[in-house]
C-alpha cells in the first residue's frame, strides 16, 4: 500500500505570496491533519479534515487555511506569505481520525519565505 | 494549559547502550504517541499507548497514567537509532500536542 505523499517537497517563495500544498493520504484513509515545524517552535497542530468537513483547527491566523477533497486528498494554503511560516510542512492520515489510531506521516514540504 | 515536557533535549551515548527518553503531561490524556524523525525530516510513528506497554524490536515503550509519564527505551543501541524522538499525547480534542524532542546520537 503506497505510502503518504505530499507535493512539492521544497518550495522557495517570498513575502507577500501564497502557496498550496497538497498532501494524499494512505488509501482507505479518510482523515488528514496537517503540522507546521519550526526550530524555535517544534511541531504544532494546524488542522485536520475528516469527510470533506474540517473537524480540528490548531492557533494559526486565518492565513492558513485548508481543504479536502472527496477523494480524502487534502491541501493547504498560506496567503500572504511571511518571513516565519518558513517551516517543515508535514500530513499525517489515519483511517478516521481517532486519537487511539497511529498516525501516518508524508515525508513534508520544506518551505522557505525569502 | 495542556503541556507536554520531554527530558532530555540531547542525549549521546555509545553503542550497546540502554537509552531511556521521558515525556510528562499535565492531564488526563486519551492516547500517547512516541514518533521518530529522521534527519530528512521523516516522522515515522513507533508506539501508541493508552496504557501499560509496548514492545517492538529492541524498542519499548510504557505508560504510567497515574503519575502522566511515559518513557521510551531503546535496548542495545546502535548508530541507526540516532534520530530525535518526539512524544505527543492527545487529549480529548483529539488533537496531537507535541514534546520538544529528543535528539539522541549514538557513537560507534
Known amino acids: 500500500k503506497a505510502g503518504v505523499t505530499q507535493t512539492p517537497r521544497y518550495l522557495i517563495k517570498t513575502r507577500g505570496q501564497q502557496v498550496t500544498l497538497s498532501c494524499s493520504p494512505i488509501?482507505?484513509?479518510?482523515?488528514v491533519s496537517w503540522y507546521q515545524q519550526t526550530p524555535g517552535q517544534g511541531l504544532q497542530f494546524l488542522f485536520e479534515y475528516f469527510s470533506e468537513t474540517q473537524r480540528n483547527k490548531g492557533n494559526f491566523p486565518g492565513r492558513f487555511s485548508g481543504r479536502q477533497f472527496s477523494n480524502s486528498r487534502s491541501e493547504m494554503n498560506v496567503s500572504t506569505l511571511e518571513l516565519g511560516d518558513s517551516a517543515l510542512y508535514l500530513c499525517a492520515s489515519t483511517s478516521s481520525g481517532a486519537s487511539q489510531e497511529t498516525q501516518y506521516f508524508g515525508p513534508g514540504t520544506r518551505l522557505l519565505v525569502l | 494549559k495542556n503541556e507536554v515536557e520531554q527530558s532530555p533535549q540531547n542525549l549521546t551515548a555509545q553503542e550497546g547502550e540502554f537509552i531511556t527518553i521521558n515525556c510528562s503531561y499535565s492531564?488526563?490524556?486519551?492516547?500517547l504517541h512516541w514518533l521518530q524523525q529522521h534527519p530528512g525530516g521523516g516522522i515515522v510513528s513507533l508506539f501508541m499507548?493508552?496504557?501499560g506497554k509496548k514492545k517492538h524490536g529492541r524498542l519499548i515503550a510504557t505508560i504510567n497514567i497515574q503519575e502522566k509519564h511515559s518513557s521510551l527505551h531503546i535496548t542495545a543501541s546502535h548508530p541507526r537509532d540516532s534520530a530525535v524522538y518526539i512524544c505527543?499525547?492527545?487529549?480529548?480534542?483529539?488533537?496531537?500536542?507535541f514534546g520538544t524532542g529528543t535528539r539522541l546520537t549514538i557513537i560507534p
Open positions: 499507548l493508552s496504557s
Open positions: 492531564v488526563g490524556i486519551s492516547a
Open positions: 488509501s482507505g484513509h479518510r482523515s
Open positions: 505527543a499525547v492527545s487529549w480529548f480534542d483529539e488533537k496531537l500536542t
